[in-house]
């Protein structure tokens, strides 16, 4: 293309700027205009395409799905323990106050509860699965 198709602009360059650009200029056959050309049309396509979508996008899409599977388990886990907790509420008969064995009874196996729960968490295994083996 000749000079007199173009458009001529004048810029003003950091002193950093200007002495990388000058030390890539001094390449035989590379112009300083070209080098600037390249570099403007090379920012300027970037801009107008949405970079972090083309990046990041697969990688969001798939946590996406990830934290939707996680709400979908923590919806089944929830309502799981609602069920089990209305069950215990609602259907079991309720011990009387007085009953001393019933009451002991009752700790040991709250005792025994929690000791399940304290080991399901230190050998961090998922719950579900825990619950399937002991289950069966």
Not at 100 to 113: I, K, N, T, Y
Request: glycine fraction near 6%; proline fraction near 4%; charged fraction near 25%.
């Amino acid at each position: 293309m000749l000079n007199r198709d173009k458009v001529r602009y004048q810029l003003f360059l950091e002193p950093r700027l200007a002495e990388r650009l000058e030390e890539m200029a001094a390449q035989p056959g590379v112009a300083r205009s070209d080098i600037l050309v390249a570099a403007l049309d090379a920012w300027l396509t970037r801009q107008g395409s949405n970079e972090l979508d083309e990046r990041f996008g697969p990688r969001l899409d798939r946590m996406s799905l990830q934290i939707g599977r996680l709400g979908r388990d923590l919806q089944v886990l929830l309502e799981s323990l609602s069920v089990f907790v209305h069950q215990q509420f609602c259907l079991n008969a309720q011990i009387p106050e007085p009953d001393a064995a019933a009451r002991a009874v009752g700790r040991e196996r709250f005792d025994r509860f929690i000791e399940q729960i304290g080991r399901q968490m230190a050998s961090g295994a998922k719950p579900l699965t825990q619950a399937n083996e002991v289950a069966s």
